[in-house]
Nanobody, 124 residues
Framework: QAQVVESGGGLVQPGGSLTLSCTAP????????MGWFRQDSGKEREGLSW????????FYADSVKGRFTISRDNAKNTIYLQMTTLKPDDTAMYYC?????????????????WGQGTQVTVSS
């Protein structure tokens, strides 16, 4: 299974910013849209944002709209999630989903590839 790799997580104070990165192999990155998700312990994986393969279409969950920005660098096979005005409720493991097969962008079942995740902790 093609592997995606997330990075960039860490500890940040409330109100702070953080940028996550996700790289993927050509077969995943250049063909499909990709999404960012997060999961806190005991909760379902939540879709945050999605970007199409050509970067022309983007979606955001209401919970992050206006605070998070998704982007992609096709030369580096990398997508980013710029997170600002972080809150303690944003604390979670953040995952990148690749190999989107169509349908609802925030449906985890529509993705073929997942990374190991990167932990984001928002705390003072």
């Amino acid at each position: 299974q093609a592997q995606v790799v997330e990075s960039g997580g860490g500890l940040v104070q409330p109100g702070g910013s953080l940028t996550l990165s996700c790289t993927a192999p050509d077969i995943v990155f250049k063909t499909y849209g990709m999404g960012w998700f997060r999961q806190d312990s005991g909760k379902e994986r939540e879709g945050l944002s999605w970007v199409s393969a050509d970067g022309g279409t983007k979606f955001y969950a209401d919970s992050v709209k206006g605070r998070f920005t998704i982007s992609r660098d096709n030369a580096k096979n990398t997508i980013y999630l710029q997170m600002t005005t972080l809150k303690p409720d944003d604390t979670a493991m953040y995952y990148c989903g690749g190999g989107f097969s169509g349908g609802r962008w925030n449906d985890v079942r529509r993705y073929k590839s997942w990374g190991q995740g990167t932990q984001v902790t928002v705390s003072s």
